[in-house]
């Protein structure tokens, strides 16, 4: 149940049924009391003769009877005055101006005593005039030296005109008022209202009472769908909150414009003042509404178009838009200093020679610092991105505007550079592996090929176990081979070697080669062709790593040729690289992928019978590649092919 | 204490320390030794090595590089700072630096593992023969030498720890031009040119079959030669020692 009242109390429907309630007290309370506003005078008087509006009309009349009894009197009075000609006319259209309101008149009473004459003027046709009169309750009384003023607005007035004059002067209303004039009018409604304000003031109050809690509801319950939940912003929230008051205001101004264009004399202007105002005091309760969202969301001053704006151009963005201003305030200085020039007529030499020019060349100046930066860091990147990860990018040169994005640059270089040492590192650690385990495998070896050579000395009277000694002789010194190949190839890989250039001569290198390996081309019925080029091909190789590479060729020809083949080396250069070639026909055949021949432990032979490592080629590959150069292999059914590319000598 | 077999010929032998932390490495080298007539002194760290070698009367010394206590590197310096005896290092270590920083340290030659032991035994040999016969061979004029390679053009000999060895005219035409110019660098055609006194086609390897023949002769590792030395893409030299 609790839980239930709970829901209900946060539910849409609620919020929205109290929302419509809050609006339309707020309009009735709004209502009545600009009604009470203005019936004020209705409000505080007890009768209608207490009534500001009574008293003012009432007034008007006595001074009018006055004015034409005891000054104006009669046409040929004013006419033998002997005032100015003007002075005449005016007091004669005064005259008939009064003379035609007294005659419509029907409720107003007068009666005028001249104390000399006893002469009595009085509109009243009774009998007892001056008894009618006294016994009125708005009867007002005047002499020379009485002013029966009862705060009446003319009372002054009147009293001067009788000043110095014999007459005594009564007016009233008299009762019951008659219809036909304004006297008649007013009270009708003075009587209306009277009745009416005591109601509209308990509309007022209760407008009031039944708002008040209904509107601390909503205070409490908006923005929030359950209790202490998070404030969650209607799209009307989404306003700046500074542009969304300044919008109330403006629709509270153009209201109020509205309001006083009207007459209210109508219908039509009262029904449209009243919608006006009714969307005012929507627009004004939602305004406070999402005011009260705001600051329970703390979001009053983050939301504000101001902020928002301070937001872009000053906080830490990559881009920092408040350059953008600069470009502003660069045309508007321009524009206004043009003008100047322009307005300066004579002096416009001097301003635009000492004040144009100077301020556009220090504008260029820093644009082109910003934009020098700019290139600086485009120049770092572009190094950066060819492998140049060592290149400095000189912060302290670049501008503000720009230091994020080379402090940025700097920080993914700083990475880069971390990786490629790592890198570096795994295959240093790799290869130091590689290494110390090859020493471990070398000591015991090392007693394997003595003992077995020791063996071999004890003159075993036994054929099988010589044969078997020559069986473990041969593979000893596989074993050995095959260390130190590994070691080797783990090294050239790793680019682990140091390699110094010099100036080799090719064919040179090949035919010290070839004369080493004279006697097992020998054994293997090889007929082995040297063709080089007529001039000398000088390359730039580390002697020992070529001569390796040559022998890993030629050992690998001497151990897979087809025996009594052809075996054809050429020498040849082309622009920039110095050129080997070996071919050779294969005894088995190559149905491997020559990409894959190069990788470590790959034979030509799957079944592995044949000596070797697997890591002549590999090893070749890999010292090719160190000092520069390139190497391919081609298969063609038997034709084995090796191409070595090596960079010329250049001198 | 040292106990050895043949007890009366003790003082006229050679003796060799053999120091290894392998013993199966020291056990077998001193069957090659005494095969080869040498007193053979057996330690298995640095420091007994020392230890042997200010107790007893030694030749040469057989030392390895990685043993505990103290190793082979230090012990070298220690022995070279009191005795100038022959000291050939075995190692496992094989790189240039590894051998460049043995014989710089007072090593007189470096042997990696896993070594031919016949290789060894001829390399030991060859340096006791330059031990004792330090001296003792005066040179007489025109005798072109380097290390223990010597070749007298008057008897058109060359010897090799003074043992005469055995070579064609040809051979021995390349070997003089050679010796003549140590240290100096010469193309195949160049000595083509000078030893056979006709111009060069280069077709032709003869030269480096001639060489690789003779380093066979003079080398006690034609692979790592010593003297005859292929300076590869550019030409052959006698390295000057």
Redesign the interface.
């Known amino acids: 149940m609790d839980t239930k009242l709970k829901n209900v109390k946060y539910s849409p429907g609620a919020k929205i049924t109290a929302f419509v309630i809050v609006w339309l007290c707020a309009m009735s309370a709004a209502g009545s009391f600009i009604w009470w506003v203005y019936h004020q005078d209705t409000k505080t008087s007890e009768s209608y003769y207490d009534t500001y509006q009574f008293k003012n009309e009432f007034s008007v009349l006595v001074h009018n009877a006055v004015e034409y009894n005891v000054e104006l009197k009669s046409e040929t009075n004013i006419k033998s005055s002997g005032d100015a000609e003007d002075s005449i006319k005016n007091e004669l259209q005064r005259y008939y101006i009064i003379k035609n309101k007294l005659s419509n008149t029907v409720n107003f009473a007068y009666y005028l005593k001249d104390t000399e004459t006893e002469e009595i003027i009085t509109n009243v046709a009774n009998e007892d005039a001056l008894a009618l009169i006294q016994k009125q309750p708005s009867v007002v009384y005047y002499d020379q030296w009485t002013s029966a003023s009862n705060n009446h607005p003319f009372g002054g007035d009147i009293a001067q005109m009788l000043t110095g004059t014999p007459y005594q002067f009564y007016a009233a209303v008299i009762e019951p008022l008659k219809p036909g004039d304004v006297f008649y009018d007013h009270s009708i409604k003075f009587t209306q209202n009277k009745a009416l304000s005591s109601y509209v003031t308990f509309v007022l109050m209760a407008s009031i009472i039944l708002m008040i809690p209904f509107f601390i509801y909503l205070v409490i319950v908006t923005g929030r769908r359950e209790q202490g939940g998070e404030i969650t912003l209607s799209f009307i929230d989404r306003i700046y909150t500074d542009v969304h008051t300044i919008l109330v205001f403006i629709a509270a101004i153009i209201s109020l414009r509205i309001a006083s264009a009207m007459q209210l004399d109508n219908e039509v202007e009262l029904f449209i003042v009243a919608l006006v105002f009714g969307i005012d005091i929507l627009i004004g309760l939602s305004y406070v509404l999402s005011m009260i969202r705001q600051i329970k969301g703390k979001k009053l001053l983050k939301n504000t178009l101001v902020y928002s704006i301070f937001d872009l151009c000053f906080n830490g963005r990559a881009f920092k838009a408040w350059t953008l201003l600069l470009l502003l305030g660069y045309g508007a200085v321009n524009g206004m200093l043009f003008a100047l020039a322009a307005d300066a007529g004579g002096g416009f030499v001097g301003i635009f020679i000492f004040l144009i020019i100077p301020f556009n060349i220090a504008a260029v100046y820093f644009a082109a610092k910003s934009l020098l930066s700019l290139s600086q860091i485009m120049q770092a990147v572009k190094e950066i991105s060819t492998g140049n990860i060592d290149h400095v990018l000189d912060k302290s040169q670049i501008t503000v505007t720009f230091s994020r994005l080379a402090g940025d640059i700097q920080s993914i270089q700083g990475g880069l550079k971390k990786a490629v040492a790592e890198a570096v590192k795994g295959e240093r650690m790799k290869t130091d592996l590689i290494t110390n385990v090859s020493?471990?495998l070398?000591?015991?070896?090392?007693?394997?090929?003595?003992?077995v050579?020791?063996l071999k000395?004890e003159n075993l009277n036994n054929d099988k176990a010589q044969e078997y000694l020559g069986v473990l002789e041969e593979k000893?010194a596989r074993l050995?081979q095959l260390i130190?190949d590994l070691?080797e190839a783990s090294k050239a890989s790793s680019g682990n070697l140091t390699v110094s250039a010099?100036?080799?001569?090719?064919?040179?290198?090949v035919?010290?080669?070839?004369?080493?390996y004279?006697e097992k081309i020998k054994k293997a019925a090889l007929d082995v062709h040297?063709n080089?080029a007529d001039t000398k091909t000088f390359?730039s190789?580390d002697?020992?790593h070529?001569?390796r590479i040559v022998e890993n060729l030629l050992s690998n020809v001497v151990k897979y040729s087809m025996p009594h083949s052809r075996v054809y080396i050429n020498i040849a250069q082309s622009d920039q690289y110095g050129l080997l070639t070996v071919k050779n026909i294969s005894a088995n055949p190559l149905d491997i992928p020559p990409e894959q021949l190069t990788e470590r432990f790959v034979r030509g032979d799957v079944s592995r019978t044949t000596e070797g490592s697997g890591l002549g080629l590999s090893i070749a590959q890999s010292l090719t590649n160190i000092q520069g150069g390139r190497f391919m292999i081609e298969i063609d059914g038997d034709l084995f092919k090796v191409l070595v590319e090596m960079p010329l000598w250049l001198d | 204490m040292i106990k050895q077999h043949s007890g009366v010929m003790e003082m006229d032998k050679l003796n060799v320390l053999v120091c290894d932390d392998d013993t199966a490495i020291v056990d077998a080298l001193a069957i090659y030794l005494k095969q080869e007539n040498y007193g053979v002194i057996k330690a298995y760290t640095g420091k007994q090595a020392l230890k042997a070698l200010a107790e007893q009367t030694i030749h040469l010394v057989l030392l390895d590089i990685m043993m505990p206590e103290l190793d082979g590197l230090s012990t070298t310096i220690k022995i070279r700072e009191e005795i100038n005896i022959p000291i050939i290092i075995l190692s496992a270590k094989s790189e240039d630096t590894d051998k460049i920083t043995g014989l710089n340290f007072g090593a007189d030659d470096y042997v990696t593992k896993p070594f031919n032991p016949l290789e060894l035994m001829a390399r030991v040999k060859s340096q006791m023969r330059r031990y004792t016969a330090l001296g003792c061979l005066a040179s007489s004029s025109g005798i072109l030498k380097t290390g223990s390679l010597e070749l007298d053009p008057d008897a058109k000999e060359l010897r090799v720890d003074g043992e005469v060895i055995k070579l064609t005219a040809t051979e021995y035409g390349i070997m003089l031009f050679l010796m003549q110019n140590m240290g100096h660098v010469f193309s195949i055609d160049q000595i083509y040119e000078h030893v056979w006194n006709e111009p060069s086609y280069s077709a032709e390897n003869t030269v480096p079959v001639h060489i690789r023949r003779i380093r066979e002769k003079i080398e006690i590792n034609p692979k790592e030669p010593k003297y005859l030395k292929v300076v590869w893409g550019i030409g052959y030299k006698i390295e000057k020692c």
Not at chain 1, 502 to 509: A, G, Q, S
Not at chain 1, 511 to 516: D, L, S, T, V
């Open positions: 020493h471990d070398k000591t015991p070896l090392t007693s394997v090929i003595n003992y050579d020791l000395q000893s050995k130190e070691i010099v100036k080799i001569d090719l064919h040179e290198l035919m010290q080669a070839c004369g080493e004279e040297i080089a390359i190789a002697g020992k070529m001569w």
